[in-house]
């Protein structure tokens, strides 16, 4: 049975690109893997698939019995349906561990740094296994996006190492220019339906007990969110309305290097107490905000406390 390397629920760049990528490495490894996905890829992801001739992953959403290779994820409130009955044999990630557990030893390679497909091309070094100029394309992409092309304080060295020689196999000449690009497909927003603007980039998190909805939003210029802004809110708000404590959703920009969040919650004190500045209405500036795993995340978890 062929196990599958599958990303998290609501798949970005990273993980729908790091899924492709650990397949490939794994299958020149001698493993017998098929990558996938819990769903389809945003039109950021798109960009990069077709700009590098790659097809998108099968799309899975339930894993009972099957084997799996995670990637960018070790969250079961990011897994999907039937990991109960699943078997974990690998994670590559570069989040906090999260609290998938399994009966048996696996191959875990969890890093510090500010994409899983850093990780991966170092897994492919390690390995001695050379990686294909459209794969090395796709994963420069992936940590640029990741990276906010480098902005995002969850960005080190050895991501701008990888994507330095990412580049040099795959051709790229100017990666700054090539995130612009990449930023502005992902800045579009006409035409796409508000609900699927807020699970763009959306993860849920349980926070002592509480379920959270962080969302986000990466945009070049703020102002393109402006004509959405109240629709977004309301969705927001029936998304909390679904069983969550809270959902808070970053409009982050890139120029400016900071983030708009909205906000619905049970406790909207909770946004003071994890970043010392109290909300006007339903949203607040967060000056130089770029990361939810880095600068979010851990606060709201401090003050949920």
């Known amino acids: 049975m062929s196990a599958l390397v599958i990303g998290h629920m609501n798949p970005d760049t990273d993980s729908i690109i790091s899924a ?14 098929t990558p996938a996905a819990q769903g389809a890829p945003t039109p950021e992801t798109e960009f990069v698939l077709k700009k590098f001739g790659l097809s998108a992953p099968q799309v899975v959403n339930d894993v009972a019995g099957k084997q799996l290779y995670l990637v960018d994820y070790s969250d079961l409130a990011q897994a999907p349906q039937g990991m109960d009955s699943a078997t974990v044999l690998g ?8 609290d998938v557990t399994t009966s048996a030893p696996l191959e875990a390679w969890i890093w510090p740094v ?7 091309k170092a897994m492919y ?44 196999i795959a051709g790229v000449t100017d990666v700054v220019a090539l995130g612009m690009e990449m930023f502005k497909v992902k800045s579009a927003v006409e035409g796409t339906p508000i609900r699927d603007l807020v699970f763009r980039d959306y993860k849920d998190f349980d926070m002592s007990g509480n379920k959270v909805g962080i969302g986000q939003l990466e945009v070049v ?8 802004k109240g629709e977004l809110q309301a969705e927001i708000a ?7 404590h809270s959902v808070f959703l970053l409009l982050t920009d890139i120029m400016k290097e900071g983030s708009e969040m909205l906000i619905v919650s049970d406790n909207p004190a909770v946004v003071e107490k994890a970043f010392g500045v109290k909300p006007e209405g339903t949203s607040v500036w967060l000056p130089g905000v770029m990361s939810r795993k880095k600068q979010v995340v851990p606060n709201f978890e401090k003050a949920f406390k």
């Open 125 to 168: 070094d390690f390995y001695g296994i050379e990686i294909p100029k459209n794969i090395a394309g796709a994963m420069l992409c992936a940590i640029l996006s990741d990276t906010v092309i480098f902005k995002s304080p969850t960005c080190t060295p050895e991501d701008k190492k990888a994507v330095e020689d990412l580049a040099r």
């Open 221 to 228: 210029d703020l102002s393109i969110l402006d004509a959405v």
């Open 238 to 244: 029936k998304v909390k309305a679904e069983g969550r």
């Open 20 to 33: 492709i990528v650990a397949a490939d490495l794994y299958k020149k490894r001698g493993m017998d893997v």
């Open 114 to 120: 500010g994409c899983s497909n850093t990780v991966l």
């Open 91 to 98: 994670i590559v990630d570069h989040h906090k561990l999260g």
